[in-house]
């Protein structure tokens, strides 16, 4: 099965080549050689849109491919921070504040109070 061809082109395409090829068109030149130049310029006109696209589509996959590749890493940064983040308190300042306090209650036994 043949896939129909869709025409890509816009209706302005043509007049604007016509619009050239009367622009430059030389004296004692024939419509029909201007025609002929006019569907070398309308050629012209295509292809040129057509790469204006490509490069636009490439562009657009790039800018997504570094989004993607931007939201994954900043997913991982905050992954890793929060794996990173521990508050786990140490031992020693438990140890004195039990000591000075039986320190003191020791010394309030001794003195007499």
Do not use: C
Not at 8 to 21: G, I
Not at 88 to 94: R, T
Request: glycine fraction near 4%.
């Amino acid at each position: 099965m043949a896939r129909p061809q869709k025409k890509t082109d816009s209706s302005k395409t043509p007049e604007e080549a016509m619009a050239a090829a009367k622009a430059t068109q030389r004296p004692g030149q024939t419509k029909e050689q201007t025609r002929l130049i006019a569907q070398g310029i309308q050629k012209g006109i295509e292809h040129y849109k057509k790469q204006q696209k490509a490069k636009a589509r490439e562009l657009d996959k790039n800018l997504k491919k570094v989004k993607r590749q931007a939201e994954t890493s900043s997913q991982e940064a905050e992954t890793i921070t929060e794996e990173v983040i521990h508050y786990k308190q140490h031992w020693l300042p438990w140890l004195l504040l039990g000591l000075s306090w039986v320190a003191f209650v020791l010394y309030l036994i001794t003195s007499g109070a």
